[in-house]
């Protein structure tokens, strides 16, 4: 499932291409009836705030989108890359395991920024395709919604919500969810005030959207590791200093995150060992998804175990869980 970072990249490529264009919004699949209500209109403005992405129009209306498991944006046309989504366009396809249209960004130092004809995937991880030949390409697959420019569009695919909001309904969801770095400039103070509140593990109180809003399975575990904290801790008897500094923590993470538009969670690694990580997952993480090999700082090997259906990852001699 895209985590924080991921939805905070969407909406930074919807502010990108489509501030102050009119749109035309339609329903390819046509189970999004309520695109009317926007179709003609022009975009304001595009938000994150944790997993959920706002949209607004200058009728009032918000889109409002969760990608969940299985969702993604894919944007075609004028699509201007970032930096590492254009040098990493290759390599990112062959990690995520669904590459068809990898590796035709051999030119992509040298047009850094500039917009150009071009495919980008966002979901989970990111995946630069070949451009269409013809603009708007014809929708493929169920497209939830379309929203086309006049030299962008993006199609949305498999999400768990997607929705047309009033300015009430976007703070009704706003209220129910936990701080975001990027947009609670207090945040820090809420996320104690909620984890004090709380009678779970921090290993579920990380991933309660409604303590902290963003992160997901592999910052989760990761943020655990670095923290050398046992998964099982009870949250509320945990020291606040130890809250505050997961909180300044998950800002650092996520910042990296927005930037690189990966999970990045090792620190102090040389040029080469951040190339590797970049283009792999296997040499990107304490501990996520590398259950029995050793850690990387004990060598004791590392344990998976099912926390509400997720899978949890730590390592048992650093983060203090005893057998
Ligand atoms: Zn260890």
């Given at each position: 499932m895209p985590e924080g970072h991921s939805v905070h990249r969407i909406a930074a490529q919807f502010r990108r291409h489509y501030?102050?264009?009119?749109?035309?919004?339609?329903s390819p699949q046509g189970r999004f009836g309520d695109c009317v209500l926007l179709d003609g209109h022009a975009v304001t403005d595009a938000y994150a705030v944790g997993k959920h992405l706002f949209v607004t129009f200058d009728s009032g209306d918000v889109l409002h989108v969760h990608l969940g498991i299985y969702g993604a944006w894919d944007f075609a046309g004028a699509v201007e890359l970032d930096d590492t989504a254009s040098s990493a366009g290759g390599r990112m396809g062959q990690t995520n395991g669904h590459g068809t249209v990898v590796g035709a960004h051999e030119d992509s130092l040298a047009s850094?920024?500039?917009?150009?004809?071009?495919?980008?995937?966002?979901?989970?991880?990111e995946q630069a395709g070949v451009s269409p030949v013809v603009f708007p390409p014809a929708p493929i697959g169920q497209v939830r919604v379309r929203i086309l420019a006049d030299d962008v569009v993006a199609d949305?695919?498999?999400?768990?919500?997607c929705e047309v909001l009033a300015p009430s309904g976007v703070a009704r969801v706003r209220g129910?969810?936990?701080?975001?770095?990027?947009?609670?400039?207090?945040?820090?103070?809420?996320?104690?005030?909620?984890c004090r509140a709380t009678a779970t593990p921090i290993g579920r109180a990380l991933m309660n959207?409604?303590?902290?809003?963003?992160?997901?399975?592999?910052y989760r575990a990761?943020?655990?590791?670095?923290?050398?904290?046992?998964?099982?801790?009870?949250?509320?008897?945990?020291?606040?200093?130890?809250?505050?500094?997961?909180?300044r923590d998950w800002v650092k993470l996520l910042a990296i995150g927005v930037k690189t538009g990966q999970m990045m969670t090792m620190d102090g690694l040389t040029a080469g060992q951040k190339r590797a990580a970049l283009a792999n997952r296997d040499d990107r993480h304490w501990?996520?998804?590398r259950a029995g090999e050793p850690c990387r700082v004990c060598a004791t090997p590392i344990v998976m175990e099912m926390m509400e259906a997720r899978k949890l990852y730590f390592c048992p001699q650093c983060q203090g869980v005893s057998g």
């Open positions: 501030l102050g264009k009119r749109v035309a919004v339609s850094i920024g500039a917009p150009r004809r071009t495919r980008l995937r966002m979901g989970e991880s949305l695919r498999g999400p768990t919500v129910v969810l936990g701080p975001d770095p990027l947009v609670d400039k207090k945040g820090e103070d809420r996320f104690v005030e909620r959207q409604r303590i902290v809003a963003g992160i997901g399975n592999v990761e943020m655990l590791f670095r923290a050398a904290l046992s998964p099982f801790a009870a949250t509320k008897t945990l020291p606040e200093e130890t809250l505050r500094e997961l909180w501990v996520y998804r």
